[in-house]
């Protein structure tokens, strides 16, 4: 017979969770999240829709995105056991540096609308990882405040050309000047996509006060409080403003820019390249007889064309095919640490990450960086310490497949 007694109060007490008043309610429920998608979900709560949409919205039907996600949900493991596991190096190097991680921050655009703590926050968590971060000609944090307020951090700086040259020329001189190493030039954007949400809410850049935009006003004050107590949004590196952010890459930038670019590059830019936005192996092939030093197999997560290719399912072939003359970079759908080793196992050199990131400054800012970065790392760790592989060199040897379903 169970003997039954009421416990005693000093007995109940240790057993109760009381919330560890050191950390911010924010920081508390960013410890309650598990994964990149529970972030997202606090982002969605605490973010107006339009920003939300901005962020997590891509082309048209927004199958573009759906593939590159879904593309990772084919990937088998074959995972190897009794190997000693108990030390493992997660770093890779990357263009002539060591990154921490085989992950590294993807440059993003108006990213002060997200979150006022911007880009200089990001670059503070990415700084802290030990991993590198590409700042965007469409950023809200100029070149040189960057530079300043992240002295630590390993800065990549992408590059739109403008149809005036004497702006992108003066963008690549400032960037150098400030220490930015590699020079991404992205190359999917000969018009801006279509993005069905932004038109639907009305997003503009800047974003406009109107009656809706007051009636969110309420149910997002935090948001609200800091755009209108901090500095004004707007680009930094642009002048022209208006229209939603598709529009604005139409207007401003050129549809003229071919391979013969990168030599006029070369004029103004003495560090690394890397061309990001390559769709298919015969391109992949192109930028590798260019000279580039690296190439991003990317569809710009799905904000460009709609319809388009998984890039994960292009990458063993393009790995195969240049691999060996040019460092081979893949982004789009990457939502866990499971699928950055995947994306190194099949082929990439490493992984840039866009959205995920993004979700964790809606979030909470820096803090939310912080727990998102956190969780991918510790997702990539775990994981390559279940398939048996030490280091990434050792992830590259393991046996991967696609399966040929989402099954
Ligand atoms: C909100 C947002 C803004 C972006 N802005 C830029 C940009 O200014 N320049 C650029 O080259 N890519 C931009 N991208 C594309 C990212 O660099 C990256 O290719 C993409 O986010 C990767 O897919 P993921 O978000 O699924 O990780 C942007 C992506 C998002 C989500």
Redesign the pocket.
Known sequence: MTQRRLLRPQEILPLVGLPDRARTLTQRRLDRCASVWDVRRMALRRAPRAVFD???GAAMSETS?RR??EAFRRVEFTPRVLRDVADVDTSIETLGGRNALPFLL??????RM?HTDGETAVARVAAEKGIAY?L????TTSIEELAAASPDTRRWF?L?VNRDRARPEDLMHRAGAHGYDTL?L?V??AVGGIRRREVRNGLTIPPQLTVGTLAEMALHPRWWFDVLTTEPLSFASLSTTGGT?GDLLTRVFDPGITGEDVAWIREHWSGRVMI??IQSLEDARIAADLGVDAL?L??????QVDMGNAPLELLPEVAAAVGDRVEVYL?????SGTDVVAAVALGARGV?????Y?YGLMAGGEDGVRRVLDILEKEVRTTMQLIGARTVDEVRQAEVRLRPTLR
Request: charged share 15%; glycine share 20%; net charge positive.
């Open positions: 901005y962020v997590d995105l590159s996600r993807a440059p993003t655009g108006f990213t997200l590409g965007s000609t469409l950023g992408q739109y991404i992205t999917d954007t952010v990001k936005g991003v990317s569809n710009h997560g799905g904000r982004d789009g759908g990457i939502m840039l990450v866009g959205r995920a993004l």
